[in-house]
């Protein structure tokens, strides 16, 4: 994500609706009225007041009067000017002189609910996408993702940062959904042909067929990072998922027990006569829209729905979030999408005034074809969504395949990037967003310095550790990289340092050469799966803040050359070639060391090994096409690693003959209003005798921090194992239960729990080779640890409460720890 800072600046041009309407719908004692119905009398355009009452409302059509409704309450029409803002609308509470009018509290009834009887019958006709009912399908669909930077005033406009770039200024519009002023600053159309079969075995092609880009050559990060956050959804499933959270569908039939319902209204939509069903959370603080959608009366498949999620739900870093779709209802079985329309408000503070950027997508799709069937060679041949041509269309193309015109704003955004890039203060700021997002600052064209965030370490046996660093990079798809680095310790005063290159010479099937070579201090043992990756360095090696003395490290030479082939997609196969010598790097206090065939000791290990790899990874979301490429859906994909390593005794020196089967597996499943799990199996055997540093160590974590796949309360070589299984088992309610305790409610905290176990053996050959006592080492009887924790904290901190099952006896062991963690979730 190292565009994201361009969400920080720019503008062009305006339109105007015809009638622009906000304001706060009150009760006879001044108290808001949250959820009310507002619309343009005589219309179907609408929307519904927010927690505090305030609503916003806009149409491109003339409109003179506003009508508001709230069940209890008196319908109120109130005559409006075509700019008539912050209105104050009193609604007068009606008892049951109102016969005509079923009358509910606040929170509505399930049973003779007319709404839920309504309900009922689309359950009942609960429907798929209507392109899933037939056994092949072809569309057309056009993508417009957009941002843009609100709550612009007269203050903001004068800051010294724009001095230079007034011309941004120009000219702001306003929402139609939230009334705010905001500036157009990011634009990216893409247009596809999509290609399906559901019989006899499901598949499904998407071709990129042109890409449009406004301002720089290389968003692709931003583009990617903004799908991911806007999946496809189906508003029939029980539960939608934004911004990886799983928030209750209206239509979901868990939805009685999670929204009030009201049948508010019905009126012809498009020759079809529809109900309209207004809905609101019963509770605060989960994850639930307010909205309405029409209904057909006869079908009961969806006509429209608008939502907006509910200001109070637990989510970090969204004011706000609106989905909007339209539906063309062709018969009883059948229905298909015809526009998607999501917007959010990305803000720090949820304050009604704070300043955020709108991240919008717009999706249209049309030309549908259930006749023409594709051959499963079709489907199976690579789509090379990279070739040159896709980002060049000429304007003349777009305006004749566009699926919708783009507005003034739209079309001065293309323009005024062109300008901006050329400002010199605009790509100071540029540069410095680059590296605050990457790590990596800009020497000059072609070579960066980094990563930043590595520059000084510390441990036990270095001391304090300072490094610089530095990559090639022209562009964010070269083909070729050359990465280095240089460190010094002030405590060993020994100079480090690592070379490495890769090349990709062939494109389609991603054929990567790759080879280095590191001279270094390392912390071994924080892994169970191994991979020989030349210049990535374990957390623990220079980590400030640990418990307990890290002088458990080894000196480490290693060169490495590998190819890498990638013959299907997110399917990479690897073979390497790997020379290392190792030493302890504090032989006084820590040994590595080895009894050779004549029972002489030896301090340094020669090692020589081939290793083949499997890596599969099903539904990752990969950014650029690069020799190095990124994940847009970082940790929300399963990975499959498999992996044999053969030692070559004998070849350039290598002290042992061994083979080594590991196997890694990671999934994470969504479990809808009860959160997320994520959990991951390990598995390993290692034939043959081989020192310390080869076997299997069970990874401890000495420092104050959380890692993945380790354990907290060991220490490392606590545990050694030449065969092994372990599991790592956690889940995140997402607030589910805070949520319900109304002291914590508002600091929308979450709650984690989560149990970690390993169990192994190791060989009496492999104990009596070491000079390192590994005597009852092994966890031979299954070690376990679990932590309950708080998460979200300040909407950055995590805090885990540790405890050790069992092996309490040891020496040393560590049986409590409190742990601590930073990320940037939503």
Known sequence: ?????????????????????????????????????????????????????????????????????FIGFETKAIQVKARDFDLKIILREVG?????????????AKKGNPAVAILKKIWAKKRQNGVLLYDKYAYDKYEKIEFDLNNIDEKFKNRKLFKGMEFIFEQVDTSNITGKSYLPIFINEALYKTYGKNEPT??????????????????????????????????YDNYLKFFDKSFTSPLSRTGVSVY?????????????????????????????FKGDFWVNDTTFAVKQIEMAATKSANINWIKEIYV?????????????????????????????????????????????????EYDDKFYAAKVDTYKEEIFNKPDSFWEENRMERLNKDEVGIYKMLDTLKEVPKFKRFYNIGATLATGYWELFEGFDYGPIFSSFGSNDVEGTRIRVGGRTYFT????????????????????????????????????????GYRKDVEQTGVSLTTANDVLNRSFASAAFFTRGE?????????????????PAKNLNFRVGLTAKKLQSAAPDLFTISYYDENGVEQSEINQTEVDVAINYTPGRKNVGFGVERSASNEDRFSVVYLSYTKGLKGSFNSDFDYDKLQLYYQHRVLLGGLGKMKYTLELGKTFGEVPLPLLNVVPGNQTLFTASRTFDMLDYYEFVTDEYASIHLEHNFNGRIFSRLPLLRKLNLREIVGARAVIGSLSKDNIDLNVFDLNGKAPTKPYYEYHVGIDNIFKLLRIDFVFRGNYKDLPGATNFAIKGGVGFYF
């Open 476 to 515: 964010q798809n070269d083909t070729w990289r050359i990465q280095g680095f240089m460190a010094y310790g002030f405590k060993d005063e020994r100079i480090k340092y690592g070379l490495a290159g890769k090349w990709m010479i062939d494109k389609k099937n991603r054929i990567i050469l790759s080879g």
């Open 550 to 566: 890290n002088y458990r490290l080894t000196d480490l030479n290693l060169t490495n050359f590998a190819v890498d082939i990638e």
């Open 96 to 108: 049951n002189e109102l016969n005509e009018v079923i009358v509910y509290s606040g929170k509505q």
């Open 324 to 372: 909007e779709q339209e539906f063309d209802v062709l018969n009883d079985s059948v229905f298909l999408l015809k526009r998607d329309h999501i917007m959010s408000d990305f803000a720090i503070t949820k304050k009604e005034k704070s300043k955020g950027v709108y991240g919008r997508r717009t999706t249209l799709f049309n030309n549908y074809d259930f006749e023409k």
């Open 260 to 288: 009030n319902y009201v049948l508010t209204d019905s009126a012809y939509i498009d020759n079809k006569w529809c109900y309209n069903i207004l809905f609101y959370p019963r509770r605060k603080n989960e994850l639930t």
């Open 202 to 235: 499901k598949k499904f092609k998407e071709e990129l067929i042109a890409n449009k880009n406004s301002g720089f050559d290389s968003n692709q990060e931003l583009i990617e990072f903004v799908k991911q956050l806007y999946v496809d959804y189906n508003i």
């Open 1 to 69: 994500m190292n565009k994201l800072y361009i969400l920080f600046l720019f503008i062009t041009t305006l339109s105007f609706a015809q009638v622009k309407v906000s304001g706060t719908v009150l009760d006879e004692t001044n108290q808001p009225i949250p959820f009310a119905n507002v619309i343009f009398k005589g219309s179907t355009v609408g929307t519904v007041s927010d927690e505090n009452g305030a609503f916003y409302l806009e149409s491109a059509n003339t409109y003179t009067e506003i009508e508001v409704s």
